[in-house]
């Protein structure tokens, strides 16, 4: 019997263009494919170890590590110490994964919010568009980027051990509210006349994981670009070598994958500015090949969990997901571009500066400007 989530990512594998050069979703979501028949069904996710997560207190740590996230990610913006709505994680692709649990209210425990240990495999997939090396290692990687604020908590727990990773580097990257990757010039990001982009780091950071296998990024609720869901890339490193200005060599590569968020929530970060200018095609979780081929194995679930930090969708989002990885892995991916201490530098086979194959309209504003190292 074919799925429905089957015929969903057929029909997006038959309608997608590649929305930047060098990168066609259709091969992405192929090689996903590929990757899940591969890889046998104890290591596609951690549900199997959930009973031993809690016997080694992971989860109840987690509980309390996020519910201080969330404290001190309200006062830095004058918000009250509030509760606010979960997500219900019950099925990836509804359309709005809040929970229909009329007792959710502002008065709901934290122990609810944060009790769902969020314990799936995000899994290898092909690294997508425009992964830079030479990154800073930072946690805030906002710049002067206007959105949505999102404080967003990854954890790394390896699969076959089920204990956290510490000393795990994650390179975490996304585009711009309207649709705009930093560092590149290309057909399809932006506007590809505007050379200075190369120079740009915005949205782009790499932070170390702790004891607990956690790393924590501040930015923007990605937006979105022709024939791709809103969502985030990351890269686990580890073996690196630490620069002297603030970057890292890539080491070696143990996963790659994507985050998404539920579209109850991206329909109201869409509605606001800057996401409102952009006149790309918006491509929903259901449209996604990438996520559709995701969501079609059976214990797979990259949308993160997630609460609005406040009353309004401005006050920001507090996210969170815990992904099993294969610690024995090592790969090898092909940057787009460097960025070094004189600047950026595209790869000659990223099909960038104007040339190669573009699919978005490329309305997008970088409205960013060459970063100095961060102190």
């Not at 390896?158 to 509210?177: G, K, L, M, R, S």
């Not at 590809?192 to 190369?198: C, G, I, K, P």
């Not at 095609?281 to 930090?309: K, M, R």
């Not at 990885?325 to 099909?351: I, L």
Request: aromatic share 6%.
């Amino acid at each position: 019997m074919v799925s429905f989530r089957t015929i969903i990512a057929s029909m997006a594998l038959t309608s997608l263009v590649a929305a930047h050069p060098g990168h066609d979703p259709r091969e992405e979501a192929l090689e996903r494919r590929s990757y899940y028949d591969s890889v046998p069904p104890i290591k596609r996710s951690l549900n199997h170890r959930e009973a031993k997560i809690k016997a080694r207190g992971l989860e109840q740590r987690s509980l309390a590590r996020r519910e201080a996230l969330a404290t001190n990610a309200r006062q830095k913006r004058g918000l009250a110490n509030q509760r606010a709505e979960k997500r219900d994680a019950a099925s990836v692709l509804n359309t709005t994964h809040l929970s229909n649990d009329t007792s959710i209210n502002m008065d709901v425990t934290e122990d609810y919010l944060f009790g769902n240990g969020s314990c799936i495999l995000v899994p290898e997939v092909t690294q997508g568009p425009y992964y830079v090396e030479g990154e800073y290692i930072r946690k805030n990687i906002t710049e002067d980027q206007e959105g949505i604020p999102l404080t967003l908590e990854i954890q790394v727990i390896d699969v076959n051990t089920c204990e956290p990773v510490p000393d795990v580097y994650i390179d975490f990257w996304h585009c711009n509210a309207t649709g705009v990757y930093s560092a590149i010039v290309a057909n399809g990001n932006g506007d590809s006349s505007d050379t200075a982009n190369v120079n740009t780091t915005f949205l782009r950071g790499i932070a170390e994981t702790d004891t607990e296998g956690v790393a924590t990024f501040e930015s923007i609720v990605p937006g979105h670009y022709t024939s791709r869901a809103n969502h985030v890339h990351i890269i686990t490193h580890t073996k690196t070598t630490l620069y002297v200005n603030g970057t890292m060599s890539p080491g070696s590569i143990q996963h790659v994958g994507q985050l998404f968020f539920d579209m109850s929530l991206l329909k109201q970060v869409e509605a606001t500015y800057p996401y409102n200018t952009n006149t790309q095609d918006w491509t929903t979780n259901a449209e996604d090949s990438s996520l559709a081929e995701e969501t079609a194995t059976d214990g797979v679930d990259p949308v993160v969990e997630y609460i609005l930090l406040g009353e309004d969708i401005s006050d920001g989002v507090l996210a969170w997901i815990s992904m099993g990885v294969d610690m024995t892995n090592n790969q090898t991916v092909s940057p787009a571009g460097n960025y070094y201490r004189t600047g950026g530098v595209m790869d000659e086979s990223s099909g960038g500066m104007g040339s190669g194959m573009g699919g978005g309209a490329g309305n997008g504003t970088a409205n960013g400007t060459a970063s100095a190292p961060p102190s």
